[in-house]
């Protein structure tokens, strides 16, 4: 599988293919619908077809169709034996304390995705993240479901507003950035990139926000689990299970016990790009 790097600091938005070829094509589609007789229909029908093809792209979270996209960490990361464990849309009174204990027991890190507004609305939690040696990265100001319908100064309010809030409560700016369930569009890129933000999806995930079997989640976290991944987890809007508990909090333990045996380390994003 291949790694992504991390988006550079060039001075402009390096237009990956896919989005150069869209734009070739509807060119190529409009002039030949105003010059060819009866190509019209055709020409509409191929446009039609390429917005389909950026769709599936925006909608399926893992690719880079649309730009860099990071959902392995770095060859460098991979020999120090790193993992990644990323847990979105936090902090949660009630979980995230029970999170943070679960990995200060074990020795492991983590990168909290976390939502701006509950950043505000529980600073003194976001601060004991960082305080205990993790790290926290945007996840957006609000996770708008509609998020991946925004245009350019949408995605800019959305996901500055949400670099201020970070800069505020804990003291400094994201380098990562997570779209809300992984979705997106071509006008993302080129915001980030203008924030100096690295889009990161991931590996594996557990569906833990639906599934509430700990089990089940945790067989999809560590099927095959190797050197290099990004895993995905919830804190906040975490599913629960029969007995009520968010569900991380029982896929956590076994999940840790198990990066250790297979001489893993969990390690912050930031951490695991640097290099």
Known sequence: ??????????????????????????????????????????????????????????????SSLLGPNVTRLPQAAVARREIAITIDDGPDPEVTPQVLALLDAHGQRATFFCIAERVLEYPALAREIVARGHSIQNHTARHRHNFSFLGPRGFAAEISRAQQVLQDVIGHRATCFRAPAGLRNPFLGPVLHRLGLSLVSWTRRGYDTREGNADTVLARLTDELQA????????????RTAAGRAVVLDVLPPLLARIRAEGLRAVTLPDALAA
């Open 228 to 239: 290099g991944d990004i895993l995905l987890l919830h804190d906040g809007n975490a599913a």
């Open 1 to 62: 599988m291949q790694t992504i790097a991390p988006v550079s600091a060039s001075p402009s938005w390096p237009w990956p293919p896919m989005i150069r070829a869209s734009v070739g094509w509807h060119l190529l589609a409009g002039g030949a619908a105003m010059l060819v007789p009866g190509a019209a229909p055709w020409a509409i029908g191929g446009i039609v077809l390429n917005h389909a093809l950026i769709t599936a792209a925006g909608l399926t979270p893992r």
